[in-house]
């Protein structure tokens, strides 16, 4: 791929992972992904942000309680105590049923709020996977075999791509380049939002807008 990066990135599991995370999947040759860190709450690991129409909205997956803090990434369990698969998916067609390409994939996307699934890791990874399908995004994802066991000199972005840092605190160069989202006559344009945001919007052009070379830093 051309201007891709020949230094391997670490990143965190995700919940439909931002824009920003995904542009690194796209521009770096090896992929790892982390599966044997301590769960971190608060973070992209069991949150996603959308644009809904009164601003951006944070869908959180609930997870099991007991022993979480501490556990390995890959052994926290999602909770369902509460119906959040529904809410998220309401959500989600809230602020994207009217998006131009919603119709193509929301079938796709829909199965993750259907299905259960016991852990937050294989749901994400599963989920990732998707939609790196529906980006055309044709890349092997290395998953840790324990912790950051990543062949030296790698990017570790596992604590960096949070939403508690704007992208512009540690990464000055890289710019989102904007695109017609569902309420722009509301908002001026939101960046740092989840991928489904970018998809649903943007449809086979999306891969383009992770790769443009005035994206990169």
């Not at 369902?80 to 602020?95: L, P």
């Not at 604590?159 to 509301?186: A, C, H, M």
Request: negative net charge; hydrophobic residues 40%; charged residues 20%.
């Amino acid at each position: 791929m051309a201007g891709a990066d020949t230094i391997p990135v670490l990143l965190a599991t995700t919940y439909c992972g931002p824009v920003y995370y995904f542009s690194r999947i796209a521009v770096h040759n090896t992929v790892y992904i982390e599966k044997h860190e301590s769960f971190i709450r608060q973070t992209y690991r069991n949150r996603c942000v959308i644009l809904g129409a009164n601003g951006p909205l944070s869908l959180v997956i609930p997870v099991e309680h007991k022993g979480s803090e501490n556990s390995q990434i890959g052994e926290v369990r999602i909770a369902y105590h509460t119906d959040w698969q529904r809410n998220h998916w309401r959500a989600i067609f809230s602020a994207y049923g009217n998006s131009p390409f919603f119709p193509y994939y929301a079938d796709d996307i829909h199965d993750f709020y259907t299905r259960k699934w016991t852990f937050l890791f294989d749901y994400n990874q599963e989920y990732l996977l998707t939609i790196l399908t529906l980006l055309k995004l044709h890349k092997e994802l290395i998953l840790t075999g324990s912790f950051e066991e990543v062949p030296e000199p790698f990017v570790n972005l596992r604590e960096k791509i949070s939403p508690k840092i704007p992208v512009s605190r540690w990464s000055p160069g890289y710019s989102f380049l904007p695109y017609t989202q569902v309420f722009n006559d509301k908002f001026p344009f939101v960046g740092e939002l989840s991928i489904l945001d970018l998809l649903f919007n943007e449809g086979p052009l999306a891969a383009e807008n992770l790769l443009l070379p005035d994206r990169l830093s």
